[in-house]
């Protein structure tokens, strides 16, 4: 419907977004808050999924607060201008994007793989290319050294806070299946969230859902901590990096909802990924010609 597409799009810099700007956040009890994380949403991007998965990825293609993040890469690597591959570089791929029209100027549809931009985001299907290709990038920055790095004796659960509070019994039973699961490796359990704010409709900040998601982490900590385990608190704003040290962890309680499920999905494919460079690796090593001196052939 037209309609759709006049969702706005802000492409000047300054966004308040789940990426770049999560190095301006506030803490309450250590637990970091996104108040206007409405755009940097890694899930709906990836599986082009939510109520405006298409333009936040525009606003992620057009606008400089995203250059250098994994979405942008992957975006610019992925989508196509009238079946075209878009700019390499930053600034000639934000005028491009940021010129087009969906509706009106400034404006694109909110969903949908193809938009009257000439803008293709994908095609039906795609998704696993999508989610290999985001566990390449993030492979590439793990072994850069650019990720945050879970010890082996770690159990790291992630918690999808903010507008959504999860369930304690819920929790609890999920980190006790993997504690089980786990048997005496485990010494430390991390809580890993943040307070997610999408900073509309029903997803605005308030003092009470606020004290709801703390109430929850105090209490999933002291529960462990009287069970005679380590406990701890991790809350990484920056989605990138939160994302690289979820996948790389040797165990995680991956939690539930959209993000939770591209966690599951990205340690698989990271699985696959690390067998097929040991099988590729394999068969190099064995056709590689013996080292010292060799025959001379007349």
Request: glycine share 10%.
């Amino acid at each position: 419907p037209r309609e759709r597409c006049a969702c706005p799009v802000h492409c000047a810099s300054g966004l308040s977004a789940g990426g770049p700007q999560a190095r301006r956040v506030r803490r309450f009890w250590g637990l970091a808050l996104l108040a206007n994380n409405s755009v940097y949403r890694l899930s709906d991007v990836v599986r082009r999924a939510g109520q405006k998965w298409r333009a936040d990825s525009t606003a992620i293609l057009c606008s400089p607060d995203f250059r250098g993040t994994a979405l942008r890469q992957l975006l610019a690597k992925r989508a196509h201008l009238h079946g075209r591959a878009l700019p390499l570089d930053d600034e000639a791929l934000e005028l491009t994007v940021a010129s087009m029209q969906e509706g009106r100027q400034g404006h694109a549809c909110a969903v949908g793989l193809s938009g009257p931009s000439g803008l293709s985001l994908g095609e039906e299907g795609d998704t696993e290319d999508w989610i290999f290709d985001l566990a390449w990038l993030l492979r590439e920055r793990f072994e850069r050294g650019r990720c945050e790095v879970a010890r082996s004796d770690e159990l790291v659960v992630h918690l999808r806070l903010g507008d959504v509070v999860p369930d304690f019994e819920c929790a609890v039973r999920d980190v006790d299946s993997a504690l089980q699961a786990a048997g005496h490796r485990v010494a430390t359990v991390v809580f890993s969230g943040v307070m997610h704010f999408g900073g509309y409709g029903g997803s605005v900040v308030s003092k009470r859902r606020v004290y709801e998601n703390i109430a929850l982490v105090r209490r999933l900590l002291s529960h462990y901590g009287a069970r005679g385990l380590r406990v701890r608190l991790r809350s990484e704003p920056d989605a990138d990096a939160d994302l690289c040290y979820l996948v790389h962890a040797p165990a995680v309680v991956p939690g539930q909802r959209g993000f939770a499920h591209l966690i599951s999905q990205l340690r698989d494919a990271l699985t696959m990924l690390g067998k097929t460079l040991k099988h590729a690796e394999f068969h190099v090593n064995e056709t590689r010609m013996p080292s010292g001196p060799q025959p001379r052939v007349r």
